[in-house]
């Protein structure tokens, strides 16, 4: 039942008016991040405020205005979409306590600007979560790219402007091919509107239909990093760690993967995928990228990109998962959409800690840090864990939904990539967690473990990942949405 309200576009435009107060409190740093704070608690809210209908089944609608006939903007929030919305807004406000303590302990120049720009990154992937139609989506995808450059330049090195420039060179020519296939499809159906269980089945022939998958794919894959189309994303990590938290955990990949499943859900459908015969092509590259980002992990000595390549790997987990085409793959998809999330910003925000810290950014630097930064390196062990797939951690729960469609499927080799890449996850992330409270340091550290404001953030998001994988109230209402999804695209009741 589609129920029209308000609140969908509250919570994306609840951060484009925060961003307006922050530029004009920019002489006065603790109304800007005050505002910042605000912003964060208020589309929070707001979103929360949608689950209980959204769990009951209704489907909450914001019409905005017609652009073309059959075509308007709109927000809707939906299962898939209160997926990610719940996710990106929770750890937003949590990266913006972080933010607040790593941008003062750095003493970072261009505060306002960052702050503004993190504002006007937190209303697009909303409007990514919540758009109604793929020209909404576009929108909201494309002002993503442009608000996030002048993050990732922030630094405004001669290696941070190349690596922006390297990010809008990916990220823009993937927008282009998007706007590419939103124009052919309008062209095909003469509308845009998200339909669950897909809405291109005998709109052309099947020639033209898998070049139009093919072409969705590349377009999103860019962001969603997908072998050959990720080289972007470990050279943007000459970004301040909150922003690399912010690429790798919660907005700009999170918006390419999330981009796939609603195209493969809400454009194509599962019978139409299933009947063009583009999936094990997919499904093979996904799993291709997988193992051989996790292989190259393994030689990365700069915390950052090792954890850039582990991202890489992990976003292809989510796209495994859809292309195995079974309601219990594409709902372990959507978990490992909210899990990948809490466990990897719990990793950058504590490679930003020992930064801040000690000035740390190699691997082999880093043996005895656990013993003044146990908290931090604690929390780091936990997160490792998860994304390994330990049970008892929120990584296990959705791995094991991926492995279980697999198994469905009968695609017992898709089993054994899982099983792989948690060999390979454990063999680049448990050394660092071994050297650094077994090994004696090399050098001597600051034994202070930092002030609440970088601390809290890390500690929570440790605890979100655990408790989002042992406790069964809080497995239960995740996979719930999870499931409301995939029952609508597969047409369950």
Not at 138 to 159: D, F, G, K, Q, S
Not at 388 to 395: A, D, E, I, K
């Amino acid at each position: 039942m589609i129920v029209e309200s308000i609140r969908p576009g509250l919570a994306v435009a609840s951060s484009l008016a925060a961003a307006g107060l922050i530029l004009a409190s920019g002489r006065r740093p603790n109304l800007r991040e005050a505002w910042t704070l605000i912003a964060a608690l208020v589309k929070l809210g707001l979103i929360v405020s949608l689950l209980p209908g959204v769990c009951s089944g209704i489907v909450y609608q914001t019409d905005l205005f017609e652009i073309m006939p059959g075509v308007r903007l709109f927000f809707r929030a939906d299962p898939l979409g209160m997926v990610f919305g719940l996710v990106a807004s929770l750890l937003w406000l949590v990266t913006s306590v972080y933010s607040i303590g790593y941008m003062r302990e750095i003493k970072a120049r261009s505060q306002t600007r960052y702050f503004f720009c993190f504002a006007l990154c937190l209303s697009s992937t909303i409007g990514v979560a919540f758009a109604g139609n793929l020209l909404t989506f576009l929108i909201c995808y494309e002002v993503l790219t442009i608000a996030t450059y002048p993050l990732v330049i922030h630094n405004e090195t001669r290696e941070a402007v190349a690596a922006g420039r390297k990010y809008l060179v990916y990220t823009l020519t993937g927008g282009g091919v998007l706007l590419l296939c939103v124009a052919w499809t309008y062209r095909m159906c003469g509308t845009l509107d998200f339909v669950p269980g897909g809405f291109l089945a005998g709109q052309a022939p099947p020639q033209s239909l898998m070049v139009l998958f093919a072409l969705f794919m590349a377009a999103c894959g860019v962001k969603a990093a997908l072998m050959p189309l990720h080289a972007w994303l470990p050279t943007a990590m000459v970004a301040p760690t909150p922003v690399s938290a912010l690429l790798h955990a919660v907005a700009v990949v999170k918006a390419g993967v999330f981009g796939i499943l609603r195209i493969f859900g809400f454009v194509f459908g599962p019978s139409l995928l299933k009947s063009l015969g583009v999936i094990p092509p997919l499904a093979a590259l996904a799993a291709f990228t997988i193992i051989t980002a996790s292989i190259i992990a393994l030689y990365q000595n700069n915390l950052k990109r090792r954890l850039a390549y582990s991202t890489i790997s992990q976003l292809s987990y989510i796209i495994l998962g859809a292309a195995i085409l079974t309601p219990t793959a594409f709902t372990g998809s959507i978990m490992h959409l909210a899990n990948h999330a809490f466990m990897k910003i719990t990793l950058f925000f504590c490679a930003g800690a020992i930064y801040c810290r000690t000035h740390i950014e190699s691997i082999d630097e880093m043996g005895g840090i656990g013993r003044q930064m146990p908290v931090t390196m604690g929390a780091f062990a936990v997160a490792s864990m998860g994304l390994t797939g330990v049970p008892f951690l929120c990584g296990f729960v959705s791995k094991w939904h991926l492995g279980l469609g697999a198994v469905e499927a009968g695609e017992v080799a898709l089993v054994f990539v899982l099983v792989i890449s948690g060999l390979l996850n454990a063999s680049y992330f448990f050394p660092i967690v071994y050297a650094a409270f077994f090994i004696q340091p090399s050098k001597s550290f600051r034994k202070k473990e930092h002030r609440t404001a970088l601390l809290a953030p890390i500690v929570a998001t440790a605890i979100l990942s655990v408790l989002f994988g042992a406790i069964p109230f809080l497995i239960e209402r995740q996979h719930l949405l999870a499931s409301l999804s995939v029952s609508r695209i597969w047409g369950q009741p």
